[in-house]
């Protein structure tokens, strides 16, 4: 079984460009997640889909960044413009929707370099 | 509101020494907690988890319990090898009905293990 997949592996940008970045959760999986680290500090949440709804994005910083999930399978999330305190490494996790208590897969990232 | 604090790293210790690291939480209700793993040039990996009180999580020799009295879920393992040399990252969730909410992580603690 395939795991979750993030497409670039690593984007360096010039401040004030858009950027998109791609995930594809494991198959099946309802639940899709975006995170991100900015360098040294937590992970910290961003988003939550269920299917193609978005459940929960209180963790959005602001309206540069948009996700979308459409026909509820792969995710992109876009930053346009974009700003050098949003570089950092972005995480997407998927599980399944079926148990409370699932464990969130993670794909290894995307690191976002803004010069 | 919720967090997650874990101790500061980097941790550096020699095969075969003991290995704790220390988190305590801050959450409402009843969270379930994970430790999670990132080896070198990988992604997140769940490690172990405990989703309720006195719940003992363990997992490639690690163990961790959800003491609830002292909001606690400390990592320990008995004899660290080299391969455990990664960062781990202490976290929590809230769970709403049948889906798993967003992970709060702590800041991670390096460690490092030299032969």
């Given at each position: 079984?395939?795991?979750?997949?993030?497409?670039?592996?690593?984007?360096?940008?010039?401040?004030?460009?858009?950027?998109?970045?791609?995930?594809?959760?494991?198959?099946?999986?309802?639940?899709?997640?975006?995170?991100?680290?900015?360098?040294?500090?937590?992970?910290?949440?961003?988003?939550?889909?269920?299917?193609?709804?978005?459940?929960?994005?209180?963790?959005?910083?602001?309206?540069?960044?948009?996700?979308?999930?459409?026909?509820?399978?792969?995710?992109?999330?876009?930053?346009?413009?974009?700003?050098?305190?949003?570089?950092?490494?972005?995480?997407?996790?998927?599980?399944?929707?079926?148990?409370?208590?699932?464990?969130?897969?993670?794909?290894?990232?995307?690191?976002?370099?803004?010069? | 509101?919720?967090?997650?604090?874990?101790?500061?790293?980097p941790v550096t210790l020699s095969e075969e020494a003991f290995l704790?690291i220390?988190?305590?939480?801050?959450?409402?209700?009843?969270?379930?907690?994970?430790w999670y793993v990132q080896y070198p040039g990988e992604?997140l990996q769940?490690l172990l988890?405990?989703?309720?009180?006195?719940?003992?999580?363990?997992n490639k020799g690690f163990?961790?319990?959800?003491?609830?009295?002292?909001?606690?879920?400390?990592l320990?393992k008995g004899s660290v090898q080299v391969s455990d040399s990664a960062v781990y990252?202490?976290?929590?969730?809230?769970?709403?009905?049948?889906?798993?909410?967003?992970?709060?992580?702590?800041?991670?603690t390096k460690l490092s293990v030299k032969p």
């Amino acid at each position: 079984e395939a795991g979750v997949t993030q497409f670039p592996s690593h984007s360096v940008i010039e401040k004030g460009q858009t950027v998109t970045l791609r995930c594809d959760p494991i198959s099946g999986h309802d639940n899709l997640y975006w995170y991100r680290r900015v360098m040294g500090k937590e992970i910290k949440f961003l988003l939550h889909f269920v299917k193609e709804s978005k459940q929960d994005e209180s963790g959005m910083p602001n309206n540069r960044f948009l996700a979308e999930r459409t026909g509820g399978t792969y995710s992109t999330l876009k930053v346009q413009p974009a700003e050098l305190e949003d570089s950092g490494v972005y995480f997407c996790a998927s599980s399944q929707v079926s148990s409370g208590r699932s464990e969130q897969y993670f794909g290894p990232g995307t690191r976002l370099t803004v010069t | 509101g919720n967090s997650v604090t874990q101790m500061e790293g980097p941790v550096t210790l020699s095969e075969e020494a003991f290995l704790t690291i220390n988190c305590t939480y801050t959450a409402t209700g009843y969270p379930s907690l994970f430790w999670y793993v990132q080896y070198p040039g990988e992604g997140l990996q769940l490690l172990l988890k405990a989703t309720k009180a006195d719940d003992k999580g363990s997992n490639k020799g690690f163990e961790a319990t959800y003491r609830k009295e002292t909001t606690s879920f400390h990592l320990e393992k008995g004899s660290v090898q080299v391969s455990d040399s990664a960062v781990y990252f202490c976290a929590l969730s809230r769970n709403y009905g049948g889906s798993q909410g967003n992970l709060i992580f702590g800041k991670g603690t390096k460690l490092s293990v030299k032969p």
